[in-house]
Nanobody, 115 residues
Framework: QVQLVESGGGLVQAGGSLRLSCAAS????????MGWYRQAPGKQRELVAT???????NDADSVKGRFTISRDSAKKTVYLQMNSLKPADTAVYYC?????????WGEGLLVTVST
């Protein structure tokens, strides 16, 4: 099994920054992808950014140039640095771990961006 522990959500003013962290434990060896999805009220869960164990990233167009995903393999942690936040970024952010035959989600972090 894989366990994910998220931290770093909260309330921030528009234009501000937050950094989300997600630490993975359990059976996480081998080729895998970690990342972040988000779900705003009344909307479907959508991709924010992912990063593979080889360091290949994939970002949603809506966050390009503002959000940066990174990972620390030694700490088994993925980070999402969010800059120039907008009210439209308000959502619950979920950490994802995926590898062959396994998908795990974190419990979610609320990020609220005020005007």
């Amino acid at each position: 099994q894989v366990q994910l522990v998220e931290s770093g959500g909260g309330l921030v003013q528009a234009g501000g920054s937050l950094r989300l962290s997600c630490a993975a434990s359990g059976f996480i060896d081998g080729i895998n992808t970690m990342g972040w999805y988000r779900q705003a009220p009344g909307k479907q869960r959508e991709l924010v950014a992912t990063i593979t164990s080889a360091g290949v990233t994939n970002d949603a167009d809506s966050v390009k140039g503002r959000f940066t995903i990174s990972r620390d393999s030694a700490k088994k942690t993925v980070y999402l640095q969010m800059n120039s936040l907008k009210p439209a970024d308000t959502a619950v952010y979920y950490c994802l771990f995926a590898r062959a035959g396994v998908i795990a989600w974190g419990e979610g972090l609320l990020v609220t961006v005020s005007t």
